[in-house]
């Protein structure tokens, strides 16, 4: 595997608008397949299906491309890693601070994602955020805020709802790592797609040893709306979602890529208005402005150099 000193993002111009976008997008509408994922498989089994079945999808990909998929022994320890803070721990426990929240309220929690890769950037990186794009960060928590209104005003200091916080700020937490190590790999010159093969691959098998070692049941349920749902979550939620998501990230940063997360609650917002008859109030109107203001601040801000 080839490898090139590291280099600091660069922005990509109209190409980088489609891959937030595309990414965004495609998590915004998830939520709709994940709910056909619940009932007869556990959610850490079906994360586990899920991941397995990307990473033989992005195998193939490459293997018909011509990618290589040698790596070093260091380079595979190091997307082991990767794989456990971005595709395995953090997705297990938000569906395990969603057993104890609504899911707008750890929607909520985590577009703080937006923050953590901010500092993470400044403090790793030494790349500032621009005034701009620190706006948007702050207008976009306040617009995913407001779009799950009743559920934050809902939130009172009870055990449960307090291990939900916490379960959805670790996930947070985890996450943003991720996203910084990813920034840190693809900058010595890995190659998105087979990087993620792998990483995925890990993921899936540290997830069912969890389950293993936990007692959780290893099973599958073959009908139809599981099926035809898992492969949506594997092939666009996955495959498609985290090469543009990655990309991104590799071209521009952690910082300003993770904006995605503030941007996710609003399409689930939109997809549930067109799905399931949603009913806008004044709140969620004013939280979606916000998002859609910091959306554009974040997008068009320049990079600074520290």
């Known amino acids: 595997m080839n490898h090139s000193p590291a280099a600091s993002p660069k922005p990509g111009g109209s190409s980088d608008v489609f891959l937030f976008f595309l990414s965004s997008f495609i998590w915004g509408t998830t939520w709709l397949a994940i ?24 195998v193939a990909w490459c293997l018909l491309r011509g990618i290589p998929l040698r790596f070093s022994a260091r380079d595979h320890a190091r997307l082991a890693l990767l794989g456990f803070l971005l595709f395995g721990l953090n997705y297990v426990l938000v569906y395990r601070a969603e057993q104890h929240l609504a899911s707008g309220l750890v929607a909520v929690i985590f577009s703080f994602l937006v923050f ?87 993921a899936s098998l540290a997830v069912a040893a969890w389950c293993a070692v936990s007692g959780i049941p290893f099973t599958f ?50 997809a549930s208005t067109a799905f399931e008859g949603y009913r806008w109030s004044a709140a ?20 600074r150099v520290a």
């Not at 709910?35 to 992005?58: C, D, H, T, Y």
């Open 35 to 58: 709910k056909f994922q619940l009932g007869v498989v556990a959610p850490e089994v079906s994360v586990a299906w899920r991941f397995a079945l990307a990473s033989l999808l992005l």
């Open 116 to 202: 953590w890769n901010l500092i993470g950037a400044r403090v790793f990186f030494g790349t500032p955020a621009p005034p701009a794009v620190a706006l948007g960060a702050v207008l976009g928590v306040a617009g995913v805020a407001l779009l799950f209104w009743p559920e934050v005003t809902s939130l009172h200091a009870g055990t449960t709802q307090l291990r939900g916080l916490v379960l959805a700020l670790v996930a947070t937490l985890f996450a943003s790592a991720g996203n910084l190590y990813s920034q840190r790999l693809f900058s010595t010159g890995l190659t998105v797609a087979p990087s993620i093969a792998f990483a995925m691959g890990y």
């Open 221 to 270: 349920d073959a009908r139809p709306g599981y099926v035809l749902s898992l492969a949506y979550l594997a092939l666009f939620g996955s495959v498609v979602a985290f090469m543009a998501f990655l990309t991104l990230l590799k071209r521009i940063g952690a910082g300003r890529s993770g904006y995605t997360a503030a941007v996710i609650p609003l399409i689930a917002m939109l």
């Open 284 to 303: 969620p109107v004013a939280g979606m402005l916000l998002v859609v203001g910091g959306t554009v601040l974040v997008l068009r801000a320049k990079e």
